[in-house]
C-alpha cells in the first residue's frame, strides 16, 4: 500500500483523471478487477471519485474461472467483476456471453450493469 498507492491515488485526486485499467495481480486472494476494497472502497469511496470509471485488463474476467478465484462458470466470472467494481470488459467477450445470463440468475442486477455502463460513459458525454 506505502509504496504504489500513494501515486495512484495523486494520479486520480489531483491529475483528475476519470478511470483506471486494473491489473491481473491481486492482494489477499482477491484479483483486482474483481476487488472490491480497491476499486469501490478506496478509488470511488476514500479518494471520492464515484464517477470514476474502472476497464478491466484483456482476459481479465477469464481469469477468474482459474485460481485463486476458481468461478464455476462464466456468469459468475462476470457478475463477480461487475458486482467489485468494474465497468468495461476489454479483450474478450465474457460479458457479452454471459452477462445476461448473470443477471437471469441474479448473480447480478440490471441496476449494477446500468451503473457500470454510465460510468463508462459519463467521460464521452463530458468531454461533448
Not at 14 to 35: D, E, K
Not at 72 to 99: I, K
Amino acid at each position: 500500500f506505502d509504496t504504489y498507492l500513494p501515486q495512484f491515488e495523486e494520479a486520480m485526486v489531483q491529475g483528475n483523471a476519470t478511470g483506471v485499467m486494473c491489473s491481473y495481480n491481486g492482494i489477499n486472494g482477491r484479483p483486482l478487477c474483481a476487488n472490491d476494497y480497491f476499486l469501490n472502497q478506496i478509488l470511488r469511496k476514500k479518494w471520492n471519485r464515484p464517477d470514476a470509471h474502472v476497464t478491466t485488463d484483456c482476459g481479465a474476467v477469464a481469469n477468474l474461472r482459474g485460481p485463486p478465484v476458481y468461478a464455476p462458470d462464466g456468469e459468475s466470472a462476470s457478475a463477480w467483476a461487475m458486482n467489485n467494481g468494474s465497468d468495461v470488459e476489454m479483450g474478450s467477450t465474457f460479458w457479452t456471453r454471459y452477462l445476461v445470463g448473470a443477471v437471469h440468475r441474479n448473480l447480478t442486477t440490471e441496476s449494477t450493469v446500468d451503473a457500470a455502463f454510465r460510468r463508462s460513459y459519463l467521460p464521452h458525454f463530458r468531454a461533448g
